[in-house]
């Protein structure tokens, strides 16, 4: 299960605040320093560890927390509205274009759920807002991406716009936004190429894809598995294409927490959905505070 270490550590942590009636500077100390060790473990960026730990201590240290009556609940709602803020207070929609289509450009590293995740959004976009959209299969290098693509649209009854893999990707998004347009379609989804690990070409293809696309949203597709590699690789893709979002998926496996705690403080950008799990309809809208409480346990 997700999380599972870093929230029993933290229950740790604060059950030997609890245990006390009153609690001392010391204690606080003590149980900062078992919240440090349990999100460095989680795998979380250890500059966000920092600077957290520092403005959760400071506040657990005040006379407020110190002279109240339940010392360790007022420790754990610091630490919880901590958590909220470092994961971005508030849910965060999808960039809409004040004229259709809006366009959502997903990239990604291969493997981590772009092509899955860009069929969720369309069923997840079809379902709540009846919209038409549109996919483009623009991944031209992995042979199955474009056929895996085509087949998640038949399961969501979504078309798909596919030049098979010997086209130029640029040349397939722009006949492919001609489609769109024809169609009137109000949503255009493109599922681009991803590599195992970031690379020049790859970057400079989805900067020429964002250049004659102008996307609303660029969302990179991150997996939660990955953990710190997760929190680079979205620093990578956001230094390069300046994205709108995160998605952060697999978070239905069995990760540390790292990549969820790390991704927008290191970025500044927000996670918007989280996967959670293999199915098309397994697309959530992320909401810190709910995670903030998932993470607690
Ligand atoms: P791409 O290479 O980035 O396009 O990745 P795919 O969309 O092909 O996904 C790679 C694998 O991850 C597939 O087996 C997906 O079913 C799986 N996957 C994607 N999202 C999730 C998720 O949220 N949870 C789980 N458990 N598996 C996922």
Redesign the pocket.
Known sequence: MAFEGLTERLQNAFSGLRRKGKINENDIREAMREVRLALLEADVNFDVVKDFVKTVRTQALGKEVLESLTPAQQVIKIVHDELVKVMGEAAVPLNKSPHIPTIIMMV?????????????LANRLKKQEHARPLMIAA?VY?PA?VD?LVTVGQQLDVPVFEMGTDHDPVDIVKQGLAEADKNKNDYVII?TA?RLEIDEQLMDELARIKALAQPNEILL?V?AMTGQVATQVADGFNQQLDVTGVIL?????DTRGGAALSIRAVTGKPIKF?????KLD??DVFYPDRMADRILG
């Open positions: 990604g590293l291969q493997g981590a759920g772009k092509t899955t995740t860009a069929g969720k991944d992995r991406a895996q599922d991803g597709v997996d998926t697999k978070l239905d496996g989280i996967g959670q799990g293999e397994q697309l």
